[in-house]
């Protein structure tokens, strides 16, 4: 480590560094504009004032300063969430989410419980960030049908990750880049199961606090799309399902009115030619021709469409799907569901759909119509409309967006979601799992998989460009950006160093466990301004030194760096998963700080009890 006295450029840094973490938390201004005043104020402190490099210690330059936009870290989170959304739109995740949503029949909690394990476990052997982004949109999806917020689950999510991150040498990029550190300095290689017993007993003491104190102390804050969604989850439409020749449902027959291929859905009426069934269609096998006037919420009719895919055609009250423009690539369409409420001077009241071409003229097609009122057992092509009606419909975004001129219909912006591309999801199961193997097996950098699974995605049609790009998160990159330009600065003007020597000097004399305890709290701080990597790099050779001069094993301050690095929990950007859990969980800078310091500190406090016994301190 070398250790500089205090100099002008170390003390700006240290101004800006403190006034970036206020604003972060103050929230008054956005996390995108913050992030770029950081990187202009860095970038003019540099230029505007000469700076002499330290010698052992990487120069400062405009370049390095700039450079997080390239730094893998970043490529590697931004191609991870286009491969999570690849997995969304196909709807790849729909199996596991019905499996897990299942134990909610023996405890609501049951599901969460289960899920966060899973993931402490597999982040021991696999890298923790795609263990993340293919559980984001599981434990959003339970919240959902617990009826909980995502707020309450996404941090959690994202600590229960780096929690199992510390029980092997593989778990996290944070233990091998220690045990390359210790190396260096001298000191043997951690092993594979080196710290597993350590890490395991910190990871079940954290997970206790994740899985039942945690997600109080969150907010139970959702976006406004995700509150109206929620508030509309009992609402449902009227839809018809024609039977065709091949339909997964010819010869079914009702258990108590109901069809085990259409769960969630009641049909209220089945008509046959002249004939008409009403429930509980008792000795009734459906049949090629017939048409079920059924209602069923939106989520139910997505679900549905999951499980039969050729549900998407029956449907329909057109024959065939609406097509795109003949510019248009198969691959690029782009259709989605949205709803439209009938405005209350439209011209559509009082007509049906088949009266006003509705497809024609807006090449929406209408699946399913809504309506307070009273129950209805008409086909969707022969209700006439009433203001207030919403309408569910299918389309291409950009004709869905179209509406947004139409004064008969008013479009409700927060309703549109890309329709799952089922027929697809194989292909995007089979690239995540090549990308994740790829990582895991260390055949390639994780950087480098995870750019090629992004592509792949695109290119065999898994989402199309508009659709990976509105997968991006801005903030996210933003921050990643600023975060590594402040580590850059810290590290290159000496003041982490000079930071850490001056804390460990205030601390001469005091008991073995006393300093390991402080040092430990230190790399834990530092871990959450400074990226986990910087930080582990930095302190390794601290704490082996420190155990030198008292002369007990190096083991202890060695794991000490390594389990204090790893707890990235009170800042989104500590850790890629953080990050990645922000959008989701709609959080704010503060909602990081209240449930990870209580983390960092039961951790704190169980490995100092840890090393006191096993090292007898």
Same mark, same amino acid.
């Given at each position: 480590?070398?250790? /500089? =006295?205090?100099?002008?450029?170390?003390?700006?840094?240290?101004?800006?560094?403190?006034?970036?973490?206020?604003?972060?938390?103050?929230?008054?201004?956005?996390?995108?504009?913050?992030?770029?005043?950081?990187?202009?104020?860095?970038?003019?402190?540099?230029?505007?004032? @000469?700076?002499?490099?330290?010698?052992?210690?990487?120069?400062?330059?405009?370049?390095?300063?700039?450079?997080?936009?390239?730094?893998?870290?970043?490529?590697?989170?931004?191609?991870?969430?286009?491969?999570? +959304?690849?997995?969304?739109?196909?709807?790849?995740?729909? !199996?596991?989410?019905?499996?897990?949503?299942?134990?909610?029949?023996?405890?609501?909690?049951?599901?969460?419980?289960?899920?966060?394990?899973?993931?402490?476990?597999?982040?021991?052997?696999? $890298?923790?960030?795609?263990?993340? /982004?293919?559980?984001?949109?599981?434990?959003?999806?339970?919240?959902?049908?617990?009826?909980?917020?995502?707020?309450?689950?996404?941090?959690?999510?994202?600590?229960?990750?780096?929690?199992?991150?510390?029980?092997?040498?593989?778990?996290?990029?944070?233990?091998?880049?220690?045990? &390359?550190?210790?190396?260096?300095?001298?000191?043997?290689?951690?092993?594979?199961?080196?710290?597993?017993?350590? *890490?395991?007993?910190?990871?079940?003491?954290?997970?206790?606090?994740?899985?039942?104190?945690?997600?109080?102390?969150?907010?139970? %804050?959702?976006?406004?799309?995700?509150?109206?969604?929620? *508030?509309?989850?009992?609402?449902?439409?009227?839809?018809?399902?024609?039977?065709?020749?091949?339909?997964?449902?010819?010869?079914?027959?009702?258990?108590?009115?109901?069809?085990?291929?259409?769960?969630?859905?009641?049909?209220?009426?089945?008509?046959?030619?002249? %004939?008409?069934?009403?429930?509980?269609?008792?000795?009734? !096998?459906?049949?090629?021709?017939?048409?079920?006037?059924?209602?069923?919420?939106?989520?139910?009719?997505?679900?549905?469409?999951?499980?039969?895919?050729?549900?998407? +055609?029956?449907?329909?009250?057109?024959?065939?799907?609406?097509?795109?423009? =003949?510019?248009?690539?198969?691959?690029?369409?782009?259709?989605?569901?949205? =709803?439209?409420?009938?405005?209350?001077?439209?011209?559509?009241?009082?007509?049906?759909?088949?009266?006003?071409?509705?497809?024609?003229?807006?090449?929406?097609?209408?699946? *399913?119509?809504?309506?307070?009122?009273?129950?209805?057992?008409?086909?969707?092509?022969?209700?006439?409309?009433?203001?207030?009606?919403?309408?569910?419909?299918?389309?291409?975004?950009?004709?869905?967006?179209?509406?947004?001129?139409?004064?008969?219909?008013?479009?409700?912006?927060?309703? !549109?979601?890309?329709?799952?591309?089922?027929?697809?999801?194989?292909?995007?199961?089979?690239? #995540? &799992?090549?990308?994740?193997?790829?990582?895991?097996?260390?055949?390639?950098?994780?950087?480098?998989?995870?750019?090629?699974? &992004? *592509?792949?995605?695109?290119?065999?049609?898994?989402? $199309?460009?508009?659709?990976?790009?509105?997968?991006?998160?801005?903030?996210?990159?933003?921050?990643?950006? &600023?975060?590594?330009?402040?580590?850059?600065?810290?590290?290159?003007?000496?003041?982490?160093?000079?930071?850490?020597?001056?804390?460990?000097?205030?601390?001469?004399?005091?008991?073995?466990?006393?300093?390991?305890?402080?040092?430990?709290?230190?790399?834990?701080?530092?871990?959450?301004?400074?990226? $986990? $990597?910087?930080?582990?790099?930095?302190?390794? @050779?601290?704490?082996?030194?420190?155990?030198?001069?008292?002369?007990?094993?190096?083991?202890?301050?060695?794991?000490?760096?390594? #389990?204090?690095?790893?707890?990235?929990?009170?800042?989104?950007?500590?850790?890629?998963?953080?990050?990645?859990?922000?959008?989701?969980?709609?959080?704010?800078?503060?909602?990081?700080?209240?449930?990870?310091?209580?983390?960092?500190?039961? /951790?704190?406090?169980?490995?100092?009890?840890?090393?006191?016994?096993?090292?007898?301190?």
């Amino acid at each position: 480590m070398v250790v /500089v =006295e205090p100099t002008l450029h170390m003390w700006l840094v240290f101004a800006v560094v403190g006034i970036a973490v206020v604003a972060y938390v103050s929230e008054k201004l956005s996390i995108e504009l913050v992030s770029l005043l950081v990187v202009a104020s860095l970038a003019t402190i540099f230029h505007v004032f @000469p700076y002499t490099p330290i010698e052992g210690v990487p120069e400062i330059t405009l370049r390095s300063l700039l450079a997080g936009l390239a730094d893998p870290a970043l490529i590697t989170v931004l191609s991870l969430m286009v491969i999570g +959304q690849g997995m969304i739109r196909t709807g790849a995740l729909d !199996a596991p989410i019905r499996q897990m949503a299942k134990l909610r029949r023996f405890h609501p909690f049951l599901a969460v419980f289960a899920g966060l394990v899973v993931v402490g476990v597999t982040s021991g052997i696999l $890298n923790n960030t795609p263990v993340v /982004v293919i559980f984001i949109p599981i434990m959003v999806a339970l919240a959902a049908r617990l009826r909980r917020s995502a707020s309450s689950l996404m941090i959690p999510l994202s600590y229960a990750a780096i929690l199992g991150g510390m029980t092997t040498l593989i778990g996290s990029s944070t233990n091998l880049l220690v045990s &390359a550190s210790a190396v260096n300095a001298g000191a043997a290689p951690l092993g594979f199961f080196d710290f597993t017993i350590t *890490g395991s007993i910190l990871a079940a003491v954290g997970l206790v606090y994740v899985i039942f104190i945690a997600p109080r102390l969150l907010p139970d %804050r959702a976006s406004y799309a995700q509150s109206l969604t929620e *508030g509309a989850v009992g609402k449902q439409f009227i839809a018809q399902i024609d039977v065709r020749e091949g339909s997964p449902l010819i010869g079914e027959t009702a258990r108590l009115g109901l069809f085990s291929s259409l769960p969630g859905i009641t049909v209220r009426l089945i008509q046959r030619g002249e %004939r008409s069934f009403l429930p509980p269609f008792e000795d009734v !096998a459906l049949e090629p021709g017939d048409e079920l006037i059924v209602a069923a919420t939106r989520a139910s009719i997505t679900e549905a469409i999951s499980r039969l895919p050729a549900l998407i +055609q029956a449907l329909h009250t057109s024959d065939d799907l609406p097509e795109p423009s =003949e510019t248009e690539h198969s691959m690029d369409r782009d259709f989605i569901l949205a =709803e439209v409420v009938i405005a209350p001077a439209s011209r559509m009241i009082g007509r049906n759909l088949a009266q006003i071409v509705f497809h024609s003229r807006t090449r929406c097609t209408v699946i *399913g119509i809504q309506r307070r009122s009273r129950m209805i057992r008409q086909g969707v092509q022969d209700i006439r409309l009433e203001a207030g009606d919403v309408l569910l419909l299918l389309g291409h975004r950009r004709d869905v967006r179209r509406l947004r001129g139409q004064r008969d219909v008013i479009l409700m912006e927060w309703s !549109a979601h890309d329709l799952p591309a089922v027929e697809l999801a194989w292909r995007s199961v089979l690239i #995540f &799992a090549v990308t994740v193997t790829l990582s895991a097996t260390g055949m390639l950098p994780i950087v480098v998989s995870s750019l090629l699974g &992004a *592509g792949a995605m695109l290119v065999f049609g898994c989402l $199309n460009i508009n659709q990976a790009v509105r997968s991006l998160d801005r903030r996210v990159a933003m921050l990643i950006w &600023a975060a590594l330009a402040m580590g850059t600065a810290l590290h290159g003007t000496g003041g982490a160093s000079y930071i850490a020597a001056s804390m460990m000097g205030v601390m001469q004399g005091a008991p073995t466990i006393v300093i390991l305890s402080v040092f430990f709290l230190m790399v834990a701080t530092f871990t959450n301004v400074l990226s $986990n $990597n910087a930080t582990a790099v930095l302190f390794t @050779p601290i704490g082996m030194g420190l155990a030198q001069s008292l002369n007990v094993p190096t083991e202890v301050f060695i794991l000490a760096t390594l #389990f204090g690095a790893n707890c990235s929990f009170a800042t989104p950007m500590g850790y890629q998963t953080n990050l990645l859990v922000m959008g989701p969980g709609h959080y704010k800078f503060i909602d990081y700080l209240k449930a990870g310091v209580p983390l960092i500190l039961l /951790v704190w406090i169980t490995y100092t009890i840890i090393a006191m016994v096993r090292y007898d301190l």
